[in-house]
Every structure is written in structure tokens, then in C-alpha cells.
């Protein structure tokens, strides 16, 4: 389907300077806090649409606000700018310049999509109220939500919601999913360090053995989602690394192993139980075997759950863009977590997804091949714009 057939519109010049800007980025990408370039492209254009502009929060992140007419409502739209550390193996016009530096996730896009509605937005004025155009350093698990919060971000801005947006492969560019609830996973990370009495592995009697111990407790840890967790919940528990001895001593039992992974879930009851449970099988086994277990969970990233007012809000933006035929309201909730969770931690906040188009050579997410698909881009300025004209709408 063509997408002016469904009234989207943009403006001819706009969507070549638009689609240039992001295969700019696209050969420049810079890593989480890393973004002085991006950042600086960002405030500069922002700045020559005469919107207000507030560097460095976050270290790297850029502010963009835009009042309009006398209302007190506000609401933050969030894009993120950062890359990801690895190759591009696609061979492109625009491919990244920079070793083992990609885009694979298309913030590339994002990035492009907000600077697109603000400077649509700085020119027809066509809303009434204040708008902040958020663009987010180190989304891909730097922290770079949780930085911008810490700088100040709602006492320097008053928000009354916030809305965040991301590329989804396997959906048509004319297609989005807005959806109510769990939409992205808590991203957690654990650690167990088992400590038993090392010894020669000829006479494992003479010692306390924490390989085998460490065996157990691998063994043992998918009983959590399993049999601890409601099974009407979802919840993942991986073990990701795992280190000890050494391989050239082949009869040396060592002294420790080293075992971390991650925990995923879509409530905060889940989450305790996550932490608590792999906590208590550690310690456990540890017991059982007669040696000692040292753990750790470090708290990285809440779940985000979409707030059912803000979500209905942005499923009416999203209806007005592409026709309600074309939004997904039942669109599954994704494992993977997103630090726009921090923004909608304090304000009501809704995270939609707008389609890429099909997986080409089946390149999803964090792939090496992986390229947001500029033919989104029409879609994606269209919503962000007429969310503001809905939600500031004009008496
Ligand atoms: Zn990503
Ligand atoms: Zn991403």
C-alpha cells in the first residue's frame, strides 16, 4: 500500500534532507555517552527551527522544547541516538565508517524520525501547549535513561506523559502496534561466585569441589521459571558466562567458579521473586555441597508497561496516521528490555512500534546487516507530529 493513499504526506525536499540525515548517521555511529557528534547535529538543527535547546543532560543527551500558545499541558516524546559495538558486514553506500561501530538497531532512524516532527511541528505551530523533544545517549544498556533522570530531567521539564517509540522489523512501514500493559521485559544481570577447597583432581576427597557444585546449581536454575514463578507470568532466567579453572591444568580442581547470566520479567512481584530465588538456590546448593556462594543481582532496567490512557492516546495518534485497519493493538510484549522505562517510571508513558518493513535477508535487531528502512520514515514523522496536535490540541 502506497502511503499517500492512507493521507500520509510529506513535504518532497523534507523527506530527501530527512532520509540524507539518516544515512549520515548511519556512517557515523557513535557508541553510548559516546554521541558528541550526533548530539551536536541534533541540538544545531533544533536550534535553527528556533526551538529551545538543553545540552548535556545525561552527558551526551540533548533537550528540545517547544511552546506554543498559552495551555499548561506538556507532554515528552523520546528517541535514542546510540549505536552498538560491533561490525557492519553489509556492504552500502552509507556504511558505518566507524570499526566495529553500528547502527543495528535503527536508533539511526528514531533519531531522525524526532528531529523530523520538530522541525515539522517548529513550523506550523499546529498544537497548543509545550512539547519536549527528548533525545536519549546510551540506550543500549549504558544507562542513558537513567543519566538524563538523575540530571533533573522532570524538575527542569514538567511532563505529563511521555511516549516512546521503536523500529520493528516484520511490520509493514505503514503498520504500527500500540498496545496496553507489558511491552518490554526488566533487564537484570546476576552473579554467583561459588568458593569451594581447591585440590589436586586426582584426590578430590582432600578438597570441597565447586565445579560439580556449580553443575548442580546450572542444572537447578531453570526449576525457577519453571516452578517458582506463577506460570500465567513470564520470566527468563539464562546463564550467560561461566569461569573456572584453567585448561592447561587438566588435574587442578580450582578454588572458585563464576557463573552470571540474566533475569527478565514483566512485573516488580517477578522481579523479587527472579532475585530472591536465584539468590536462595546459590546459597543452597553451596550448602548441600559444603563450600561457600557469594551473590549478586544488580538492577539494570525496570519492565516498561504501557499506561492504558497514554496508550489509547497514542493509538488514536496512531489510527489518524495509518487507519485503525493498520495498527496492532495485540502485538506480543518483547523479552528484551528498553530504558524508556525510567521516563515512564515517573509520569504515565506508552511505547509503540512502528513496522521497518520485512526482515531483508531475515536481519532483525543487532544484526550486522541490520538498516532501518527509510521508507518509514514518512509514517514515523506523521505520528509523532499528530500525537502533539491530539494531545496539545487547539481550542
Ligand atoms: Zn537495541
Ligand atoms: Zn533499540
Request: hydrophobic letters at 45%; aromatic letters at 8%.
Amino acid at each position: 500500500m502506497a502511503l499517500d493513499e492512507l493521507g500520509i504526506t510529506i513535504d518532497r525536499s523534507e523527506l530527501e534532507a530527512l532520509t540524507a540525515l539518516r544515512r549520515d548517521l548511519h556512517a557515523h555511529p557513535e557508541l553510548g555517552f559516546e554521541e558528541v557528534r550526533t548530539s551536536d547535529i541534533v541540538a544545531r538543527q533544533l536550534e535553527a527551527e528556533g526551538i529551545t535547546v538543553h545540552r548535556g543532560l545525561g552527558r551526551t543527551g540533548v533537550v528540545g522544547t517547544l511552546s506554543v500558545g498559552t495551555s499548561g499541558r506538556a507532554i515528552a516524546l523520546r528517541a535514542d541516538m546510540d549505536a552498538l559495538a560491533m561490525p557492519e558486514l553489509s556492504d552500502r553506500p552509507y556504511k558505518s565508517t566507524v570499526a566495529n561501530a553500528m547502527h543495528a538497531c535503527g536508533h539511526d532512524g528514531h533519531t531522525t524520525l524526532l528531529l523530523g516532527a520538530a522541525r515539522q511541528l517548529a513550523r506550523t505551530r499546529s498544537f497548543d501547549g509545550t512539547v519536549h523533544f527528548i533525545f536519549q545517549p546510551a540506550e543500549e544498556g549504558r544507562g542513558g535513561a537513567k543519566a538524563m533522570v538523575d540530571d533533573g530531567f522532570f524538575d527542569l521539564f514538567k511532563v505529563d506523559r511521555v511516549y516512546g517509540l521503536h523500529n520493528m522489523p516484520g511490520l509493514a512501514v505503514h503498520e504500527m502496534a500500540v498496545t496496553a500493559g507489558p511491552q518490554l521485559a526488566s533487564s537484570d544481570s546476576w552473579e554467583a561466585r561459588f568458593t569451594g577447597i581447591g585440590t589436586h583432581g586426582a584426590k578430590p576427597h582432600l578438597g570441597r569441589d565447586a565445579v560439580t557444585a556449580a553443575g548442580h546449581f546450572l542444572t537447578a536454575l531453570h526449576t525457577i521459571v519453571a516452578r517458582v514463578v506463577d506460570p500465567l507470568q513470564s520470566a527468563v532466567v539464562s546463564a550467560c558466562a561461566i569461569e573456572a579453572g584453567d585448561f592447561r591444568a587438566l588435574n587442578v580442581i580450582p578454588d572458585t567458579v563464576r557463573i552470571g547470566g540474566t533475569a527478565r520479567a514483566y512485573s516488580a512481584e517477578v522481579r523479587d521473586v527472579l532475585e530472591r530465588e536465584i539468590g536462595q538456590l546459590a546459597q543452597g546448593v553451596a550448602a548441600t555441597f559444603g563450600i561457600k556462594a557469594e551473590y549478586e543481582f544488580t538492577r539494570r532496567i525496570p519492565p516498561v508497561v504501557n499506561d492504558a490512557d497514554a496508550t489509547e492516546r497514542a493509538y488514536r495518534a496512531a489510527c489518524a496516521v495509518v487507519g485503525a485497519q493498520n495498527v496492532r493493538t495485540d502485538f506480543p510484549p518483547s523479552t528484551a528490555g528498553d530504558d524508556f522505562a525510567f521516563f515512564g517510571a515517573e509520569v504515565p508513558g506508552s511505547y509503540v512500534w512502528l513496522g521497518n518493513g520485512p526482515a531483508v535477508d531475515g536481519a532483525l535487531h543487532h544484526n550486522s546487516r541490520y538498516d532501518f528502512n527509510d521508507g518509514a520514515i514518512p509514517t514515523g514523522v506523521a505520528f509523532w507530529t499528530r500525537l502533539v496536535e491530539q494531545e496539545l490540541a487547539q481550542a
